[in-house]
């Protein structure tokens, strides 16, 4: 018969399969299982390495966004080459994750010592007034010191850190000694209760707090009303700077300013930050801070919020819920998330401004972007680059010590540029 159906069980194409399978040798499965996890890794981290190795490690140009009429952007930008130039991330953190984390964990920070002046706050707060000059990062300097400034003429930056940072940060420190080192008079303006100091009064920064940065700049012109006044802000501190200039229009003593890394809009970063696994990641992170922020002054904390919810917060919003929402008198998190957002005010900003974004920021999402705000206002100027990570930037083979190299080259162009046209 030629049409037999055989039915032995060991023929079938089942077992023909697993016994095929078992001959193949035990590391051969390891090796498929490391790969599959590479690929995994390369796709969970964002890793971009292949990219840029197919494209010959060329980077990729900054984007620039502008009003069609910008006088600013023909006056000034035009001529800024760092803006029209490329960036390449040190190929071995071709991440936006592993670039973030590299800021965090090593950070790569120059030794700078800051000289310290306490700043009264009118509801009796104070704050934590670091400041950095040129003859402090110059070694050998003949400048004599007198007073806090000593090259008087040279122009005044004030630095606004992001949530729960303070002068001490890695990202401040590399901006700080960079801008020093060309000559600019830098000067850290700590949150209340950061930078190593107690809560004087019941009053606490959030998001959208800009009362602080007000009286300091202030005080500041008050104190030096013959120097150019420019305030660069990061991430947190970005969106108070932003909301800040748009709050005052043109009642500012600032000539300029600079926004790197700002969230916008806190609503969608807060949507955002809870989507995806990696993302909850930096949640979980950026909550740990929070918490130790409210541990250092449980005793304010305690007193005003509720402080069992504060110990279980396990992300931004939890914290938000039980905390900043509280101390700073908001219905909701959605109300002060909306009340805070900076991109609110982006059309109100009347000095120039650039504000420096990445689009793969895992923190800061680029959804919160205001491109169309950016772009109806003529004194902003807002460049884009596709990666970077969060205030990281890092750049070159060794990524030594050149964290947020590029964002200073950025301003302290800018700064140049819009000095000159004054
Ligand atoms: C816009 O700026 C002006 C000053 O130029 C200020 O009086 C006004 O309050 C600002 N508007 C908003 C919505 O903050």
């Given at each position: 018969m030629d049409h037999v159906i055989r039915t032995d069980a060991s023929d079938s194409p089942y077992n023909l399969l697993f016994k095929s399978l078992s001959l193949i040798l035990l590391s051969h499965y390891f090796l498929f299982i490391f790969l599959i996890f590479i690929i995994f890794l390369y796709n969970f981290l964002e890793i971009h390495f292949l990219r840029d190795l197919v494209t010959g490690f060329r980077g990729d140009p900054v984007h620039l966004t502008y009003s069609a009429s910008s006088k600013l952007y023909q006056t000034l930008a035009a001529k800024c080459h760092v803006l029209h130039g490329r960036y390449l991330p040190t190929p071995w953190l071709s991440s936006p994750h592993l670039q973030t984390a590299f800021l965090t964990?090593?950070?790569?920070a120059p030794d700078i010592s800051y000289k310290r002046h306490l700043f009264q706050t009118p509801d009796g707060g104070t704050i934590a007034l670091d400041w950095l000059t040129y003859s402090d990062v110059i070694?050998?300097?003949t400048h004599v010191n007198q007073?806090?400034?000593?090259?008087?003429k040279n122009p005044i930056v004030v630095v606004i850190p992001g949530?729960?940072?303070?002068?001490?940060?890695a990202y401040i420190k590399h901006l700080a000694f960079k801008m020093a080192g060309h000559g600019w008079n830098v000067v850290v303006s700590n949150?209340?209760?950061?930078?190593?100091i107690s809560l004087t009064s019941d009053c606490f920064y959030n998001g959208g707090w800009t009362e602080d940065l007000r009286r300091v700049i202030d005080y500041i012109h008050c104190q030096y009303p013959d120097v150019s006044l420019y305030a660069v802000g990061t991430s947190i501190g970005a969106n108070m700077l932003v909301k800040y200039l748009g709050e005052n229009g043109v009642n500012t003593p600032l000539v300029g300013a600079a926004a790197i890394c700002?969230?916008?809009d806190l609503l969608i970063c807060d949507r955002f930050i809870n989507r995806r696994l990696v993302q909850k990641c930096y949640d979980r992170v950026i909550a740990i801070g929070l918490r130790g922020f409210a541990q250092l002054h449980q005793s304010t904390v305690a007193r005003l919020a509720d402080w069992e919810g504060i110990a279980k917060s396990r992300s931004i919003r939890d914290f938000d819920n039980h905390a900043t929402r509280v101390l700073g008198k908001f219905e909701t998190v959605d109300t002060y998330y909306r009340h805070s957002s900076s991109a609110n005010f982006v059309r109100n900003v009347s000095v120039p401004l650039l504000c420096i974004s990445t689009l793969d920021d895992p923190v800061c999402t680029?959804?919160?972007?205001?491109w169309d705000e950016c772009r109806a206002n003529e004194k902003i100027i807002l460049a884009t680059t596709r990666h970077g990570g969060h205030l990281a930037f890092y750049e070159g083979i060794t990524a030594k010590s050149l964290a947020s190299y590029d964002i200073d080259q950025f301003h302290n162009q800018q700064y140049f540029c819009t000095n000159l046209s004054l």
């Open positions: 964990f090593f950070g790569r070694q050998g300097s007073g806090i400034l000593n090259c008087e949530l729960t940072s303070d002068s001490a940060a949150h209340r209760g950061l930078g190593g700002s969230p916008w680029r959804e919160a972007i205001p």
